[in-house]
């Protein structure tokens, strides 16, 4: 269960996602311990073959498994003041930033799209736990707002993926503001009687799990995910007692009524699907406006299992034509 | 006996002298009022000295002190008829948030805050203002409670955070606090927070989303505490460096003047010379004043208006007024 900080650097070298490595051949499952040829687990999107172990999906790779075709429109964010505290602790938080934009590709830890699900026009809203761990800063707190904005204009789902530990400390009290900011967000899409749907991945803490994270008309989460309010090892600290296998985790959420379903990656996209069509609106559905790009969506589609994506789309309005993603 | 923080050394000196003195004076006869009157003199200027530029860690130091005043000193002398109302309804009641309708200078008001203790057994009974989920679940059946009866809330953060403990995350802690969060942005009353110590990140922000956030002039908030922040940033143990802790304090600009600066906070109450634990009664005036000015304010807009109003307050941090 503590894979995630028992793996000795050499392995978690082995793990870094494609993006990073594409010259490894074999990888060693953390839940397992497995052998698995990486192209079977890339062809499973990051999943474990033989043990269902979910391990860190890129945000390009899940959102090519999210919309059709994978095909979807980047979403372009607002650019928030940067580092207005002027923060530096052992190094300058500028300097991070930078050292994170290079690293990622990404200008912060927050990505939004547009694109259809089996039709219907979806905004999605993702977290890089790789960028800074996913911390929620003023860039993200713009960002959740604009996918909120768009989703109210184009009358779509909002679905967030979620994957942090938190609040950004290098920005202080503006990063604490946006517990009340994205909640604010998460309020517009609601008032417009639309979905908002958080998708919880590993792991997502903090001032994330207690703002939009957790406040979804559906809250689903990914198989052995750690979702909590405070870190295990702070609360070990607070109680002076080991916790128990499995505690934070997803399936515990769901046996504590915190979130509505465990998820396995395979369904993600049919769960978010079938969830999305049942709950929107049909006159606001009729509504909405789908972009050009999307107008070539077949809806009836057939999937087809476990295909592996194409190149990364990274900088791409557009994706190129993928293999269908799985359902 | 007071107690005296680190950097007051030399004024406890003064005042220890002064003290010595007094007792001489009634015991011997001798005229010393003049020395007293000398060395009182000094200890005023020393301590208006060393409060007129406290560092951020030394209003860390200020907001954490132990007589300073806590929810209860505001309950017995700021309000009348406080008539306080427990549970969340739903697994129990949790006293680190304490909360009722009260009567606030002829009005009726929703009073809710976090109250610590102010001694070993009150400490342990508030769990030193760190709340579970019930606290949070209560204080929000009484924010509807208030948006029913159309009363304004008055909510009083001071907590070092919620608490990290196991129940607590079984319970949803962290849906509790986003979810408070939620009903104080969504609420149709006006709604004024009052930063009057700690200010300890989701545990206060939870209380805080308010149309109007003012900060009594030595207490701070922030997003994780200088200790815990230093400890991973500077991956320095908690205890072990409070020069850590310090550093982690300046770079993340806790106090109430960092924060007006920023946009964060509407406003700042003044504190009586040497920190609102010296003059108790004072302090809980200028809240009253403070707090009444501010519900003013807001008792003319409707209730979408007091909605938007606060919406667009913390839309508006960060997007205005920074370098």
Redesign the interface.
């Known amino acids: 269960m503590s894979w995630l900080s028992n793996i000795p650097p050499g392995i978690k070298n082995i793990f870094k996602p494609k993006d990073d490595s594409s010259d490894t051949l074999w990888s060693k499952c953390p839940g397992c311990g497995e052998m698995i040829f990486q192209r079977d687990l890339d062809a499973a999107h990051q999943v474990c073959p033989s043990c269902d172990h979910h391990l860190a999906l890129a945000p390009s790779e899940r959102l090519a498994l999210l919309y059709d075709d994978g095909a979807y429109e980047e979403i372009e964010l607002p650019d ?2 940067t580092d ?2 002027k ?4 190094k300058k938080y500028a300097d991070r930033l930078k050292e994170n934009r290079r690293k990622t590709g990404q200008q912060d830890a927050m990505r939004a799209a547009y694109g259809t699900v089996d039709g219907v026009g979806v905004v999605a809203a993702i977290q890089n736990f790789k960028f800074m761990g996913g911390s929620m800063g ?1 860039a993200l ?1 713009e960002a959740m ?1 604009k996918a909120a904005e768009v989703a109210v204009e184009k009358r779509a789902p909002l679905v967030v993926f979620a994957a942090s530990g938190g ?1 950004r ?9 946006q ?3 994205t ?2 967000a ?2 517009m899409v609601k008032e417009a009687g639309l979905p908002y749907i958080v998708f919880l991945t590993n792991p997502t803490t ?2 994330v ?7 979804g008309d559906v809250n689903l989460a990914e198989p052995g995910a750690l ?4 870190g295990p090892r ?2 070990e600290q ?2 002076r007692e080991k ?1 128990p296998e499995g ?2 985790r997803a399936e515990f959420l769901l046996e ?3 979130v509505d379903m465990v998820v396995s990656r395979a369904d993600m996209k049919s769960t978010l699907s079938k969830l999305i069509r049942l709950l929107i609106k049909e006159r606001r559905q009729a509504a909405a406006a789908l972009p050009a790009a999307a107008d070539t969506h077949k809806p009836e589609a057939a999937p087809n299992a476990n295909k592996k994506p194409a190149a990364k789309t990274k900088d791409a309005k557009k994706a190129p034509p993928l293999d269908k993603a799985a359902e | 006996m007071r107690t005296y923080l680190d950097f007051e050394k030399p004024i406890a000196e003064l005042e220890g002298r002064i003290a010595d003195l007094r007792q001489m004076d009634g015991e011997t006869g001798v005229n010393v009022a003049e020395e007293i009157e000398k060395l009182q003199g000094k200890a005023d200027s020393l301590l208006a000295d060393a409060y007129s530029k406290l560092s951020r860690w030394q209003k860390a130091q200020v907001a954490r002190h132990a007589s300073r005043p806590h929810f209860a000193d505001y309950v017995s002398q700021l309000v009348d008829d406080f008539t306080p109302l427990a549970g969340d309804r739903a697994f129990g009641e949790d006293s680190a948030i304490l909360g009722g309708p009260a009567r606030l200078r002829g009005r009726s008001v929703m009073l809710i805050g976090h109250e610590k203790g102010s001694d070993t057994a009150g400490r342990v009974e508030h769990n030193f203002g760190m709340a579970r989920p019930e606290g949070y679940r209560k204080a929000m059946r009484l924010m509807d409670m208030a948006e029913r009866f159309d009363m304004p809330v008055v909510t009083l953060v001071d907590t070092p955070g919620a608490y990290p403990g196991r129940g607590a995350e079984e319970r949803g802690q962290a849906e509790a606090i986003a979810s408070c969060t939620e009903k104080c942005l969504g609420l149709h009353a006006p709604l004024v927070s009052v930063i009057v110590g700690e200010g300890g990140s989701g545990g206060a922000v939870a209380l805080a989303a308010a149309n109007k956030v003012l900060m009594l002039e030595h207490s701070v908030y922030s997003v994780i505490s200088p200790e815990g922040c230093a400890s991973i940033l500077w991956k320095d143990a908690a205890g072990k460096g409070e020069n850590k802790a310090q550093d982690a304090a300046e770079a993340m600009r806790i106090s109430a003047q960092d924060l007006l600066e920023l946009g964060v906070i509407d406003s700042i109450i003044p504190e009586p010379v040497g920190g609102a634990h010296r003059d108790v009664r004072l302090t809980v005036e200028r809240l009253g004043d403070a707090v009444e000015s501010a519900i003013r304010e807001l008792e003319h807009l409707s209730p979408d208006e007091l909605k938007q109003q606060r919406r667009d307050k913390f839309l508006a941090i960060g997007r205005t007024g920074l370098a």
């Open positions: 928030p003041v207005p505290l923060f530096r602790d052992e003023m707190g707002l609040a400390m290098q920005e202080g009290i503006l990063s604490l503001m517990m009340p900011r909640t604010i998460v309020q903090g001032g799990t207690a703002s939009y994270a957790m406040l979702i909590g309010f405070a702070v609360i607070t109680i916790l505690f934070q504590k009524g915190m």
